[in-house]
Each structure stands twice: as C-alpha cells, then as structure tokens.
C-alpha cells in the first residue's frame, strides 16, 4: 500500500513582539461640571455679563435690585423692636406676679402670664430668624465667579424679575479641564486594562486617569474614561485631539497576515511542529499592521506556521515544508 504524500507548505517563523498593543483616540476636552447662577429672592435683575464673556475668580457676573428686600428687613427691624418690648413687659408681669402673696393671686393667672412670656421669646426668636434669611438674600444679590471661567449661556434678561430659584446664567470653570474619550470594548476591557497595563499619552507625556464608567454605551459598545489635562496645555473646551494608547500584553507575537484564517468569529493559524504534523491553534488578533497581524496566543516564538497551501490541511496531517524567504522578512 503505497504511504499518502505529505503536503507542500509554506512557513514561517512566529516573531517576537515587545511593544504591546498601540493605537489612537479621538478625545474632547470637557469639564466635570457646569454651575448655575440662580437668584435666592424675587429680585430685578440690574447687572449681567455678557454670554462667552471669559471672567477670572471674583468677578462680579450679575448683581439684582435690593430695595423690596431691604424694606421688608426695615419692617422686621420695627416689628423685633415691638416683640422685644412685649417680651420685656411679660417678663416683669410674671416676675411680680410670681413674688405676690399666693393669697393675692389665682394660679390661673400665674399661667396665664407664663404662657404670654413663652409666646412673647417664640416672637423675638421667630423675627430674628426671618430678619437673618433676608439679610442673607441681600447679601445674595451680587453674583460673583466661583473660579476663572467662561459664561456658556443667559436664562434671564436684564430688566426681568427673577424668581427665587431660577436660573440667571450658566458658568463653565475652565481650570479643572478633563480629556473625555470613548475606549471600543473590542481592544480594552476597561475595570482589568485601563490601570493595571495600558498607557495613554498627550503630545508623548503620560496621561493620568482622573475616573471611568461602569456603563457601555449600547450604540457604539464603547466606555467612557476621563483623563487630567496637564497643566501646561491651553486647550478650549471642545476640541478633538489625539490620544496615543499603549497595552502591554502577555504572550504577544507577530504573525504574517498570511498565516491567519478567520472562521466565523475566530481566528486560527496552522503550527508545523518537530515531527512535520500540523495543529490547530486559536489565536486573538489584538492589532492589524501593514503586513502583519499582532496576536495573542500560545505560540511560541520561533515556531513554524504555515502560510501558504492551507486550504487542504486537517489536525494532525503530514506537511513538507519549504522555506518563504519574501514572507519571512515581510514579517520581520
């Protein structure tokens, strides 16, 4: 019986890879928040900045009319002066009555004044309180930058009466600027890689992870991470640049483009190994290159693998190898 002819392949050898898994991403400057000027009173609206108007730290941005506020603290200001009176008055009505013969007066009488003296304090104190909130809303009148920032948009005019709790303007600090990028879950996963082995770079200096999502967007399969914005940069809130990331990987190799077959939704390569028997072995493409594919998998550096003539190979069959010279520095 005559013995089957071996097959003729084509190999190469597995090249090592030390670079990791690298790549870029387009990143929009932003801020973590944006604050509110609301009014705390019912108050004309006398002073505004203008909207994209840039302020530094302390700058007024609008200011309200406080003549109704300060007339109504006028009238608390009499009527305290009434209370105290009255409380004083209750007070040394129950002081006399209380040091009288008990033969002289009722005790209903002694609690009558009691009562009178504990609603003349809860006057005082209930006045005091209201007097303490406008002086508060008074102070609240003039509106002023809580850091360096930019004014993004005006909810009021001037002129208008705003009502307490309306907004008046929206104000974006520019000193706290973040890099917000989205990470495709097909190359990261982002709880295991994002701090314990891939680096982000801005313009070659590393970048520092301020927080990032728990939530994948459903749409594009993506995750948010926020990076700090060095401090040296000068970048307007908005802007697109380029974030360089670097992976670093076990048991990475490079591979021609020639030895991987795609099945479905996984890759394979055909390993040649001492005794000239092919084996089947799955491997994960982590980056695409001109001419080569970077893979993670069990292969070992310096191991043949076929790339050329594997449409007729099974596990285990017997091949003949000839040397691809053109393919191997290709994957050099």
Known sequence: MATPQAHLVKTTQV??????????????????????VASESQAKLNYLVSAGSYVNAGDLLAQQDGFYLRQSLNAMQYELIQHKANLTYHEQEYQRLI?????????SAVNEHALSLEL?????????????????QISALKHYAPTDGEITQLHSNLGSFVARGDAILSFTATDDKELHC????TKFRVDNDIYQAALF???????????????????????????????????????????????????????PVQ????????????????QQLVEKVTVEVMQNQA????????????EQVVVLGQSNLAEGTQVRLTPSPTLLAQGE
Do not use: M
């Open 182 to 185: 989205e990470l495709p879950l």
């Open 99 to 107: 040091a009288l013969d008990k033969k002289h007066v009722s005790a």
């Open 15 to 36: 090249s090592p890879w030390h670079d990791g898994i690298q790549g870029r991403l387009s990143c929009q400057v932003s801020v973590p928040h944006e604050y509110t």
């Open 120 to 136: 003349a304090k809860h006057s005082v104190a209930a006045t005091l309180n209201s007097i303490s909130t406008v002086e508060k």
């Open 291 to 302: 001419h080569d594919f970077i893979v993670q998998s069990p292969l070992q550096v310096g």
């Open 259 to 274: 030895a991987v077959i795609f099945e479905r939704d996984k890759a394979y390569v055909w390993r040649v190994n001492k």
């Open 201 to 255: 770079f801005f313009q070659s200096e590393p970048l520092e992870i301020k927080r990032h999502a728990r939530s994948v967007n459903q749409r594009h399969q993506t995750q948010s991470v926020w990076f700090q914005v060095p401090q040296k940069h000068s970048l307007p809130i908005g802007k697109l640049i380029n974030v360089h990331w670097q992976s670093q990987r076990s048991k990475l190799t490079k591979l």
